[in-house]
Nanobody, 130 residues
Framework: QVQLVESGGDSVQSGGSLRLSCVVSGYNRRSYCLGWFRQAPGKERETVAAVDSDGSSTYADSVQGRFRISQDNATNTLYLQMDNLKPDDTAMYYC????????????????????????RGQGTQVTVSS
C-alpha cells in the first residue's frame, strides 16, 4: 500500500519561501509519476509540478521560475521548494503518486489529471499574506 505524508505548510508573507516535503512509502520505483497539486477554496484543483522516475519535471506556468520539484530517493521524499511566494499561491497542497507506463515521458505526469493519480496525501496548508 502506497502512503504519502506531506509537511512544511505554513503562513508566510508575500515574497517569502517555503519547502514542502512528502514522504512516500510502499511505492514501485521502476516507473512512476509524483506530483504536487493545490486547491484553493472555490477553485479547481491545479497541477503545480510533476516529476517522473527518470527525473523529468514539468511546471505550471504560474509557478515556473519560482518553484522547484525534486526527489531524494535515499529518503523516499518528494520536495517542493517555493520561492517568491504570492497571495495567489495560497491553497492546500497535495502530493500524489501513480505508476507510469514506461513508454511515456515525463510530461505525461504533468498532464495526468490529479484525480487520476491513484494515491494522494492528506495535504498541507500554505497561506501567503500580502
Amino acid at each position: 500500500q502506497v502512503q504519502l505524508v506531506e509537511s512544511g505548510g505554513d503562513s508566510v508573507q508575500s515574497g517569502g519561501s517555503l519547502r514542502l516535503s512528502c514522504v512516500v512509502s510502499g511505492y514501485n520505483r521502476r516507473s512512476y509519476c509524483l506530483g504536487w497539486f493545490r486547491q484553493a477554496p472555490g477553485k479547481e484543483r491545479e497541477t503545480v509540478a510533476a516529476v517522473d522516475s527518470d527525473g523529468s519535471s514539468t511546471y505550471a506556468d504560474s509557478v515556473q521560475g519560482r518553484f522547484r520539484i525534486s526527489q531524494d530517493n535515499a529518503t523516499n521524499t518528494l520536495y517542493l521548494q517555493m520561492d517568491n511566494l504570492k497571495p495567489d499561491d495560497t491553497a492546500m497542497y497535495y502530493c500524489a503518486y501513480d505508476a507510469k507506463p514506461t513508454y511515456y515521458g515525463g510530461y505525461y505526469c504533468f498532464t495526468k489529471a490529479s484525480y487520476d493519480y491513484k494515491y494522494r496525501g492528506q495535504g498541507t496548508q500554505v497561506t501567503v499574506s500580502s
